[in-house]
């Protein structure tokens, strides 16, 4: 299960080169998107060929459609489409990447489906100085996003995500 909000896409795209490489390795994969208008949406055309495929389930949609901007598919965030993903929770890998809020709730639906805390992967990607671990301006808890991270699995990351002053 990969699910990108925005940009999150960017970093996410090699997760599904790597995927599709070694196709025969996984079982059901899903790809879920949520850009914020129609405009927003990245890499148009890839998306649309990855969901030719017979093999990947691609799901779209946007936050809403400003007038003028064409769209046909879903609206929406991106968390609604959780509960029509096509994927066995007890045996789910899933990476998210996007705004945090995005990913919290996206956790939340993933739960809720009965995937494992072990089993999800966020991208704490944050504003970074030296990206060494000598700054502290990365700085989440105790763990530094630039050197411990940026990807951490969830159960190890969430003590300090519910932290209001972190
Ligand atoms: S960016 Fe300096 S410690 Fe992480």
Redesign the pocket.
Known sequence: MIVAGGIGLAPLRPVIYHVLARREKYGRVSLLYGARAPGDVLYQSELEKWRGRFDLQVEVTVDNVPMGQNWRGHVGVVTTLVGGADFDPARTVAMICGPEVMMRFTVVELRKRGVHEEGIFISMERN????????????FGPT????DGPVFRFDRINPWLSKREI
Request: aromatic letters at 12%; hydrophobic letters at 45%.
């Open positions: 970074m100085k030296c990206a060494i671990g000598f700054c502290g301006h990365c700085m530094f996003i630039c050197k």
